[in-house]
């Protein structure tokens, strides 16, 4: 058990209001499959905070919400463009790339973030040789905790559209993006274009439970209407579908999940500040969300991994990510920068 880790936002506990929720809503019986009036209810919020036409569905986790978004919008013989830093495509055992039966390519990318110039290299098309590109994946935030602007987020998918593509946006924080932009997620998100979204929450103080959400409905109506498909193929579909509508319910309710971004956010930044203070530690990336990365001697982080937890990121520099999540207080930074000091110190 640990008292607090930096390794992952994933680490943390469920919020609270969101355990009491699923308790509020384990009672009598209901109909399975999201098939009940709740579930409903709770989509239709979610596809109205997105500015509706849109369809949203449950999914259990951030691997299934992406394989199967990226499934609804692609062919056996197409590809999916990625940053080569993309969860999809080193953190998901191939589990896109089984599900979808497609190619992933990786583009060159800085600090996480591609630019049309990046994904153009790969926009070539008609050879019966290759595969077809049709959908470009990124990340917001990205696997390095930058952020897109929504201005760079209209300009791909408009790239992608001229070509008759596709964008797809991995949200596995997208809370944090939110609260980081200070501006509604439909402004960055369904606002510029992007086709579809995995709506993530476990890494922000939900249980279980993502969402995939196809928007602009009308004009991705054939991807709209084959999406609950898609999803039981994927062994997505969640009989007690409720228990995650319920959690969605209280994370939307009085903006539960831009509180708890807001926060985790703000960690990350003082954490910058403190770890400022040690002269051996260099910050190698913009802090933007809840991630810190630094790159530190290993003989300083060797010591510190025997009292907290976190992650090497690069080996081959000794970059580290600590994570930041809604439940990381300042005292557990002003324990760890203690420990960092005094490790630096000897």
């Known amino acids: 058990m640990l008292k607090h880790s930096f390794g992952s936002d994933n680490h943390s506990g469920v919020h609270p209001l969101i355990m009491k929720a699923i308790e509020d809503i384990n009672h009598d019986f209901n109909l399975a499959y999201g098939e009940d009036p709740y579930t409903e209810d709770v989509l239709r919020n979610l ?5 509706g036409n849109c369809k949203a569905l449950f999914v259990f986790n951030g691997t299934g919400a992406n394989a199967v978004a990226l499934s609804t919008f692609c062919k056996t013989y197409n590809s999916i463009l ?3 830093t ?3 495509l080193v953190d998901e055992c191939g589990a896109v790339e089984k599900l979808s039966g497609c190619k992933i390519v990786p583009l060159n990318c800085k600090d996480g973030k591609v630019t049309p110039k990046d994904v153009e290299a790969e926009l070539e098309f008609g050879d019966q040789h290759h595969t077809q590109p049709a959908i470009l994946s990124i990340s917001e935030p990205t696997e390095l905790g930058t952020l897109y602007s929504a201005a760079e987020i209209k300009t791909l998918a408009d790239l992608m559209h001229k070509h008759g593509c596709y964008l797809h946006v991995d949200g596995s924080r997208i809370a944090n993006a939110a609260a980081a932009l200070k501006t509604p997620i439909k402004n960055f998100i369904s606002d510029t274009g992007a086709d579809v979204l995995s709506f993530g ?10 969402a995939v959400v196809v928007l602009n409905a009308k004009k991705n109506k054939i991807f709209a209407d084959s999406l609950m498909y898609y999803r039981k193929q994927a062994t997505q579909l969640y009989s007690k579908n409720r228990f995650i509508a319920a959690q969605f319910e209280a994370y939307l309710k009085d903006d539960l999940y831009l509180k708890m971004a807001s926060h985790s956010n703000a960690m990350a930044k003082y954490l910058e500040k403190r770890v400022k203070e040690v002269k051996c530690v260099k910050i190698s990336k913009k802090v933007q969300s809840n991630a810190v990365f630094a790159i530190l001697p290993v003989a300083v982080s060797t010591k510190l991994e025997k009292k907290h937890f ?8 000794n970059e580290v990510r600590w994570m930041c999540a809604f439940n990381t207080q300042k005292s557990d930074i002003d324990i760890f920068i203690e420990d960092l000091k005094k490790a630096a110190a000897k």
Do not use: Q, S, Y
């Not at 929450?201 to 993502?210: A, D, I, P, S």
């Open 47 to 51: 596809e109205n905070l997105l500015g």
């Open 82 to 84: 990625a940053p080569r």
């Open 86 to 88: 993309a969860h999809i």
């Open 201 to 210: 929450g476990t890494k922000n103080g939900l249980l279980v439970g993502e």
């Open 310 to 317: 976190f992650h090497v990121w690069d080996k081959a520099t």
